[in-house]
Structure formats: structure tokens, C-alpha cells
């Protein structure tokens, strides 16, 4: 049962704008924090960015000024609007969400690509 949906990846110029939605399954109950990592080849993943349910944000800071995370609790969705995207920010895009109380559980989406072309 896919948990996290997750859309909106593709290729795109450096310079370009992409935004990346990702929908969390009704069957998760009280989400926490929600967010993206990305991870390229070769490399371990990454923080992009996070937001808590009462909307703090967090950003690895190669993406401050330039990328956006944004949720809504109604609809269990989690964006990612990226500007002025550059050559560095290829990689593959995960959309994380915690979720529970006592006892909480991390999910993890499958995975979108994100190529950005010099």
C-alpha cells in the first residue's frame, strides 16, 4: 500500500522552476513534520527541507531564498516550489512525513527525479 504519492518532478533548465506535490495516504493518521530529501548517485540523503504541522519551516542551506515548502493538513499534502534551480540541485526527490503520538513512524515516498540541464 503506497503511503506517500509524490508528483511533479522532470528536467528542466538551470534558471527553471519546478514544484513537487506530495500526498499523504488518509490511512496516516496525525502527521508531524513532513518534508523533502533528495538524493543523488553516489551520495547519502539529504535534508532539503522540513515543515511542522503548526508550519515551522527548515532548509539545508544551498536552498534557502530559493525553495519554498508549504503543507496542507486538510488535503495531507506537502509542497516543494523550487526557483532558480540549479545544475547541483539533480537528484532524486523523497517526500518524508512522521506521523503518531507515543509512538510515531517515518514514511518515505518512492522517489521522484529532479534534472536540471546547464
Known amino acids: 500500500q503506497v503511503q506517500l504519492v509524490e508528483s511533479g518532478g522532470g528536467l528542466v533548465q538551470a534558471g527553471g522552476s519546478l514544484r513537487l506535490s506530495c500526498a499523504a495516504s488518509?490511512?496516516?493518521?496525525?502527521?508531524?513534520?513532513m518534508g523533502w530529501y533528495r538524493q543523488a548517485p553516489g551520495n547519502q540523503r539529504e535534508m532539503v527541507a522540513t515543515?511542522?504541522?503548526?508550519?515551522?519551516?527548515n532548509y539545508t542551506d544551498s536552498v534557502k531564498g530559493r525553495f519554498t515548502i508549504s503543507r496542507d493538513n486538510a488535503k495531507n499534502t506537502v509542497y516543494l516550489q523550487m526557483n532558480s534551480l540549479k545544475p547541483e540541485d539533480t537528484s532524486v526527490y523523497y517526500c518524508?512525513?512522521?506521523?503518531?503520538?507515543?509512538?510515531?513512524?517515518?514514511?518515505w515516498g518512492q522517489g521522484t527525479q529532479v534534472t536540471v540541464s546547464s
Open positions: 518524508y512525513a512522521n506521523a503518531g503520538w507515543r509512538t510515531t513512524y517515518d514514511y
Open positions: 488518509k490511512s496516516i493518521f496525525r502527521i508531524n513534520a
Open positions: 515543515i511542522t504541522s503548526d508550519g515551522r519551516t
